[in-house]
């Protein structure tokens, strides 16, 4: 009840983009979503505001980071609708803080149900309070691919509790890390460095060694078909 509470928080944050999310470098990120929704393509005629030279070829686009962010929230934005772009793009981000959310209490109660164990009261406390704290963070920092990133890592962690096989989980693992690739550069280092940890408590070096490089190779292509 308390994430399903939460998560209508954030969808009202969201609506009415109060409080104000994340920090400044929103405005690298949110104008090319809606420029790229209204068709004028990945760019941002701010970013040359900040950043000099942000595009050597004048063009404003978007070269500052990887651009799966601005796409995916750009999908969530229609020039048919009678609402306006910010207000799209803001309901785009309390959409994503809802799901992360929702996958973060998930994972909290997969890892307080470990081994048999019953959720006590005090377990309900502390996956309320964690929620609370997710939510708050990913406000923090909205408008960044940061809060594209945590829901990519909270879905990996979610793997790991449903597919316990190592070799379920190349696929799942590449295809999340060729999309944190096309979203956040330090997301991307912690994730593969992440998986191959896994690999290497499931196995013997040598598997270890063949999964991750696995992982890395299907990562890379994904990143290659998502930009």
């Known amino acids: 009840m308390a994430t399903v509470i939460l998560s209508l928080v954030a969808l009202v944050f969201g609506y009415f983009g109060y409080p ?53 929230v750009s999908w969530f934005i229609s020039p048919q609708s009678s609402l306006p772009y910010p207000r799209q793009a803001f309901l785009a981000l309390g959409f994503l803080y809802a799901l992360s959310l929702i996958l973060a209490a998930w994972a909290f109660y997969k890892v307080a149900t470990m081994h048999g164990l019953r959720l006590g009261w005090f377990s309900v406390v502390f996956m309320i309070l964690a929620c609370v704290i997710t939510l708050r963070i990913s406000w923090g920092s909205g408008g960044r691919p940061e809060t594209l990133a945590r829901l990519l890592v909270t879905a990996g962690l979610l793997g790991i509790f449903y597919l316990r096989d190592r070799v379920q989980l190349l696929g799942p693992f590449g295809l999340l890390l060729g999309l944190m690739a096309a979203t956040h550069p330090g997301g991307t280092l912690l994730f593969a460095s992440a998986a191959g940890a896994f690999f290497s408590l499931k196995s013997g070096w040598k598997h270890a060694l063949r999964d991750t490089a696995l992982t890395w190779i299907l990562g890379g292509a994904v990143f290659i078909l998502v930009v």
Not at 20 to 48: E, V
Not at 52 to 67: A, I
């Open 20 to 72: 104000l999310a994340g920090t400044n470098d929103a405005i690298y990120f949110m104008p090319a979503a809606i420029n790229l929704a209204t068709g004028h393509g990945l760019t941002n005629p701010m970013n040359k505001v900040f950043v000099e030279p942000s595009d050597p070829t004048g063009q404003d686009r978007l070269l500052l980071y990887p651009p799966l962010f601005s796409m995916l």
